[in-house]
């Protein structure tokens, strides 16, 4: 008998599984497509598409948009919020920014809860957690009446002050208990106990509005895969990375916000690792748009900043994920003054770039692509084939004539300027971030990632770019290779001079029992778990802080080294003088699953030359004109073969484009890793 | 399609790549100086970053840059080439703050790197941000009363802080020590020189990569190019002439009365051309603006109905400006005190533009946004043992103006800037000894209309451990009310209550400094919705009944300034039914009478609301008359001023009585 790993990453269009035989190391993959109104359908229809049987899986775990999409939609359970007398409007006036500053017509989006759901109680806790105002309980009550003749089923309790001191939170959500059986209640300082309201109610509403929905779609999926023989915990991918189990979603489930998106971040460090790069960026290039990650020195980049609406922020540790308007079937044209512009807008799936023959007349950089011999005619291992001639009259009308170009200076020019785009793109997540390109690996994937990985990389002098064996399919990859994490954090506001080592223990130790208990109840043994501390600083007078790790027993005076040495790195200058203060402590647990080992294959192909099967005209940049190009197939590449460009490798589910002055060449793990020559040009 | 043929040197690959490559390199700075501010002003994006030509010129502004700032970063870092012309070296910065050579206040300190290639400049890297204290008579360097520059604060003249690299602690000391933060100061002139300097890292790269004569065609081309784009828009719409004009309350050197702001546009054919002459003479507070931030009030209205039109000096070709004569209040000279141009002049001349722009391109119309304002509370913290200094400066969302089609925008941030984002009160509480009461909507303050203005709110606190504290204001629109268009109504007044509801309570306006105060006192004041816009007897009363059902509108205004009669059904639900009927009745009264409201006695009036009979928003919204609110003494001057602007407005769209439907 078989020990199979599944890992299913449901995305918009498309449910990927990926399957791993424990024994063999052998990979089985299935794609399906994606069953909106039930998400399991599509689960269920992949697993018995890649032949497993549910009784010999030892571990399944699953990244959802089904959270991203609740909060894209907005189809949310009958919600109500509960706050502090005079603060109910704290969600509807947010930070009062807008996104866009100029359009005055632009608005943003509604406040989650109306204000006719948001009602008031009397309470006050002040700024260092003591009680000035008891909660008034007659009131609580009648608001409690009030929601259960609305017909809520889910709350969100959110107090001012309510991170200094539960108190109040907690009374009221005892009072919802008894009044309102069975509904579903968050409350800030359980959810985020973090200090600045907006922010703390912000992600307190969306676990409310999500609780319901998450909590029992997971329920649901749980039940079907024990009915088909699983035994073990089913695990879902969070935003900040790690996985959670069913248990620990009824209660956190906004950690699932961001859960589909990360996947693909998760994979290229993943890849990476295996490569032996510990600084990665990650290229998940698809049709409509392109995230970008960012991997350093083992780790991926959180923010606490992340939303599916603008100024709707959900504040827990997630993945950094830039995405731009850039895909292949990303619009070029020229707008009212004369300037190539490439994207935000997207042909999408219909009509769809010019060559895919449904009714799409205006260049894409698929199009653009495929006039320059880059891609070629078919896609999809056959299912699809593409107009070169359509190709050709859009790019003409629509960029060459236009600007007085002939066709390919017109398609190599849209190509340029995407590429360049994406270019800025990293930039602003690597050098914005005080990181230096020419230290990472670039991971390619998703389905057009690889058409472009090794110009980008040459744009931004990143020396070696990795495709993996499926690019199509990488994201289901990063949700199998993951293990239970959870982020604490607790305030401890005060200038170092006044910081008690002591205290800072305690805070850390609670964190500590408090990070066990919940990896206890994940049914992840002591022993499994590892604990890291962080302790987040500024210089007095600073807005924003930057943590840094500390080891347990460790001097405080060793984190403000640190600290120093990491704010030089970010932000390139240091104030080896300046007042530090203490922000926040925070506490990372890592429970340790079992990981599967991929094993490596012999380099068979090593002297071998590898064959191309045909040859056609492609453009490079290099050269004035077309070139004879050879063109390769994945599958029949063995490991250790090297090609040198230009050339293009057609996959199933992607091509990779090889340009001159890159060679290519297949690794022990089936990987493609492209080295970008020095040029003199 | 072919009009759209290129005249450009570069080539379209690498001038769209270039022209975005500088617009990240700015988004880069302004990312830069985010994360590492110590001004809790900057850090609430009151800051911008321009990449600027040799000549001072902008090439490139970030895309997140407070409006404020537009149209005034040339004038900067060409006073700096002026006055060191000749003097110039890599590794040099320098710092000017001065709104007589085209700055903005005082607080607003600019750092400009030249940026060197080979010996030669090839351009200028620049943020400006706003930093919390630069001295002068009242904690944040907002003293209202001010009249010359002298009580303001410190005048920064372009000044050179690093030499070839080297910090010049000395000059860097004299104006660190006229601040009252000076450890904070230092930290914010530090980050922003910093920024500059990841600009220039990123343009030598370009340098680097394409070549110095490419980069210098690519700053030209890329103005331009902004150029050309605006001037085809102007192209498209007819030629003509238009006029506005908005007002500040007061001027205390005189008797009351409102002080106009006049603005006229003439487009002919693709060029813009404004004229602000006729406005009043300089005002006696600080409620006044030099020619940078005039100028920018200009541009930033005019860039509202250009949202996708991006910002360098080649916009500015297409819009000329002409202030009138110097000594107005829009276009002050040294010495007359400038700091509150944010809250008196610059909105109005934005608001102005709106007006205009509104009967140009109906499709985009918006009646008055709420007027910026700002809170400051500063004095000693009696919560810990060394007393240390506090300020608790607050500035609020407001309501934006009712739209074409569509409300205005709830609890939004100033169009001064709408980056600006407001402080947590968590925050607040621990810094200041300062409990606040409450951060809410206000119920009714937005002005009504078919389409409503979007709701103010208010928010107060009490003082709790606090010692030698004084309250000081910047605001304006406590007479001169946010007021609607194509028939809409005003929204509410602005102004600060010191222990409402109390005995003791006091109206302090508007516009004040130094007030005293100390614990257990309270304090709230209200931000304005924004103006209507259409007809409020035409608004659907369904839309109506839903506003009641938010409390956006209580049950009470709906009849009267809608007349729309609402009656809960179910308190529990919160359930409300429209009175058709009623409403009818309602209406037609409304229609019969409103005319003769705006005729009515102002004295009579005036005494009716002393003696409780009328309040603030009858007197507003029917009656058109401007009181103290505090004590019910009538304005009259400002009050005939009022009625004209509301007749103008509001009054002439009214479909004629008979006319209209319920």
Known sequence: ?681 | MSSQQRTYTLDPVTFEVVKNAFATTVDLMAEQILRTCHSFVIYARDFSSALCDREGNTVMQGSQDIAVHVGTLHFTAKAMLEAFEGDLHPGDVFAVNDPYVGGTHFNDVSILRPIFHEGEIIAIAQCKGHWADVGGSVPGSFDVTAQEHFGEGLRIPPVRIWSQGVYLSDVAGLILSNSRAPEDTEGDLKAQAEATAVCEREILRLVGKYGVETVLTAMDEVQDYVERLTRQRVAELPDGVWHSEDYIDFDPNRDEGLVPIKVKLEIKGDQLHYDLSGSHPAVGTFLNAGFGSAFSGVVAGTKTFFPDVPLNSGFYRAVEVDLGPVGSVVNAPWPIAVTGFCAGPYEKIMNACFEIWSEIMPERAMACAFNLEYLLVGGRDGRSADHPFFMWYDWMVGGWGGRNGKDGSNATAPVFGVGLAVQPLEGQERLSPVITTGHQIVTDSGGPGLHRGGCGVEKGGTLSECERTVMSYCCDRARSITWGINGGLPSIPHGVWLNKDRDDARFLGAVFSNVSVSKGDTFTRPSAGGGGFGDPLERDPASVREDVIDGYVSVERAVKDYGVVVHETDAELGLHEVDTAATKRERDRIRGERLGWLEADAEDVARRYREGELDTLDLVRQYAVIVDWGTGELFPHTTEQFRAMVRRRAASHWAPVGAGVA
């Open chain 1, 1 to 681: 008998m078989s020990n199979y790993r599944v890992a299913v990453d449901v995305g918009g269009t498309f449910t990927d599984v990926f399957v791993l035989d424990e024994d063999t190391a052998d990979v089985n993959v299935a794609k399906v497509p994606s069953t909106p109104h039930d998400p399991m359908e599509a689960i269920m229809s992949g697993v018995s598409a890649a032949n497993v049987d549910l009784e010999n899986v030892t571990l399944f775990s699953h990244g959802t948009t089904v959270a991203t999409n609740a909060l894209i939609t907005r189809r949310f359970p009958p919600v109500a919020m509960v706050t502090t007398r005079g603060f109910r409007d704290v969600l509807e006036i947010r930070r009062g920014t807008r996104d866009d500053l100029w359009d005055a017509y632009n608005d943003v989006a509604p406040a989650i809860i109306p204000r006719r759901d948001r009602l008031e109680v009397t309470e006050r806790i002040d700024y260092e957690g003591r009680v000035l105002q008891e909660l008034d309980e007659a009131e609580a009550r009648k608001v409690a009446g009030r929601l259960r003749a609305r017909g809520v089923e889910t709350v969100a309790v959110c107090f001012i002050n309510a991170y200094a001191n539960p108190a109040n939170e907690n009374r009221m959500r005892e009072i919802l208990e008894e009044e309102l059986p069975g509904v579903s209640i968050s409350t800030s300082s359980e959810i985020l106990p973090e200090i600045f309201e907006y922010e703390r109610f912000s992600t307190t509403v969306a676990n409310a509005v999500l609780s319901p929905l998450v909590g029992g779609y997971v329920q649901r999926l749980g039940a079907r895969l024990k009915e088909g023989g699983y035994h073990g915990d089913l695990l879902l991918l969070h935003s900040g990375g790690g996985v959670m189990t069913e248990a620990l979603v009824q209660k956190y489930a906004v950690r699932l916000a961001a859960s589909g998106i990360a996947a693909g971040a998760i994979a290229c460090q993943r890849l990476a690792a295996l490569c032996g790069y510990e600084n990665a960026i990650g290229l998940d290039m698809g049709g409509t748009s392109t995230d970008i990650s960012l991997v350093y020195g083992g780790e991926m980049r959180t923010t606490k900043e992340w939303s599916v609406e603008y100024g709707h922020p959900i504040c827990f540790p997630s993945i950094e994920i830039l995405t731009i308007g850039a895909g292949g079937g990303s619009l070029a044209w020229i707008d009212q003054a004369g300037s190539l512009r490439n994207g935000p807008q997207s042909a999408g799936a219909d009509p769809g770039p010019a060559s895919y023959k449904r009714g799409g007349d205006q260049p894409t950089n698929t199009d653009a692509n495929l006039v320059l011999g880059r891609l070629g005619g078919e896609l999809v291992g056959g299912a699809m084939t593409l107009d070169h001639g359509l190709a050709e009259t859009a790019v003409r009308d629509g960029i060459g004539e236009p600007l007085g170009l002939d066709l390919l200076d017109a398609a190599s020019s849209v190509i340029q300027v995407a590429n360049a785009n994406m270019a800025d793109a990293v930039r602003l997540i690597s050098i914005r971030r005080g990181y230096d390109p020419r230290d990472f690996a670039l991971v390619a994937f998703g389905g057009a990632g690889a058409l472009h990985g090794a110009a980008l990389a040459r744009e931004l002098s990143i020396p070696t770019v990795l495709v993996p064996p499926n690019p199509g399919i990488t994201s289901a990859l990063g949700c199998l290779l993951v293990d239970v994490r959870h982020d604490l954090a607790t305030m401890y506001l005060r200038p170092l001079a006044e910081a008690d080592a002591d205290e800072i223990e305690t805070e850390f130790a609670k964190l500590e029992d408090e990070a066990r208990e919940r990896m206890r109840e994940e049914g992840v043994p002591d022993e499994h778990v590892t604990l890291q501390r962080t302790i987040a600083m500024r210089y007095l007078g600073q807005w924003r802080s930057l943590a840094v790790p500390i080891a347990p027993g460790a001097s405080i005076n060793d984190a403000v080294a640190a600290f120093h040495d990491e704010h030089e790195r970010e932000f390139t200058y240091r104030r080896d003088q300046a007042p530090v203060e203490i922000y926040q402590l925070g506490l990372r647990a890592i429970g340790v699953t079992p990981k599967p080992e991929f094993t490596p294959k012999e380099l068979t192909g090593r002297d071998k030359p590898a064959q191309p099967y045909t040859t056609r005209p492609a453009k490079w940049d290099e050269f004035t004109e077309m070139v004879a190009t050879p063109i390769f197939k994945r599958p029949m590449l063995e490991p250790g073969q090297l090609i040198a460009g230009p050339a293009v490798i057609e996959g199933f589910d992607s091509t990779v484009v090889v340009p001159p002055n890159v060679t290519a060449e297949v690794d022990e793990w089936g990987i493609i890793r492209m080295q970008i020559l020095e040029t003199h040009s």
